[in-house]
């Protein structure tokens, strides 16, 4: 089943810890993309990848970190997580980059 | 991308068709009208586009007016699993788009399947 996967699903932790959060697609799609949704803000792009080994800033890249090393992969990295990455996080990808998004299930974050 | 105007919530009897409004009055020629949905806090989910054409497929019918500044999302007949948030959104096409695949979701409008 073509899917995008994103683990965990959900993740409390503290401020400072390192943390990852993984997402994998099995369509051999080229572009990738990060959001997050907090309520009233609607989706906001984090980065994004138009292939592997290039990435590039969203509207809201700091205090993340993202790499592309393989085309199914796009791991979200928050190296000093803090209490206003809590959010709602969505890893997205499409075949190009103009065509429709399929989106992960979500992986709800805390940072305490 | 221009901006879009949706009813923040609507509702519907089940078997019925709903009909979901969107004004994109600034869109421009060679932008596409997109609709997503997300169902609960689930990831958004793909329903279709279209760029001036009426477009259906399995999922929904896309009506674009003719002069393009607003569009209505149609599902045919409405099932208790269509209550969601639905989202409008217009943006140029891959060979126009010169930086990021910014989607701008915008607060949509929250449908609500009545039994």
């Known amino acids: 089943e073509a899917q995008v996967t994103q683990n965990p699903r959900y993740l409390i932790t503290v401020t400072g810890k390192k943390l990852t959060v993984t997402c994998s697609q099995n369509m051999n799609h080229e572009y990738m993309s990060w959001y997050r949704q907090d309520p009233g803000l609607g989706l906001r792009q984090i980065y994004y990848s138009m292939n592997v080994e290039v990435t590039d800033k969203g509207d809201v890249p700091e205090g993340y970190k993202v790499s592309r090393k393989e085309k199914r992969n796009f791991p979200l990295i928050l190296e000093s997580p803090s209490p206003n990455q809590t959010s709602l996080y969505f890893c997205?990808?499409?075949?190009?980059?103009?065509?429709?998004?399929?989106f992960g299930n979500g992986t709800r974050l805390t940072v305490t | 991308d221009a901006k879009t105007t949706q009813p923040p919530s609507m509702d519907c009897a089940e078997g019925r068709a709903a009909n979901l409004p969107c004004n994109h009055s600034t869109i421009s020629g060679n932008e596409y009208v997109y609709w997503y949905r997300q169902i609960h806090s689930q990831g958004p989910q793909y329903i279709i586009h279209?760029?001036?054409n009426n477009e259906t497929n399995e999922m929904a019918s896309l009506i674009i007016t003719e002069d393009r500044k607003s569009s209505t999302l149609i599902l045919p007949h409405a099932t208790l699993r269509d209550t969601a948030v639905y989202y409008c959104i217009v943006r140029v096409p891959r060979s126009r788009d010169q930086g990021a695949q910014k989607l701008v979701f915008g607060q949509g409008t929250r449908l609500t399947i009545n039994p």
């Open positions: 997205a990808s499409s075949l190009h980059r103009g065509t429709p998004l399929h």
């Open positions: 279209g760029l001036k």
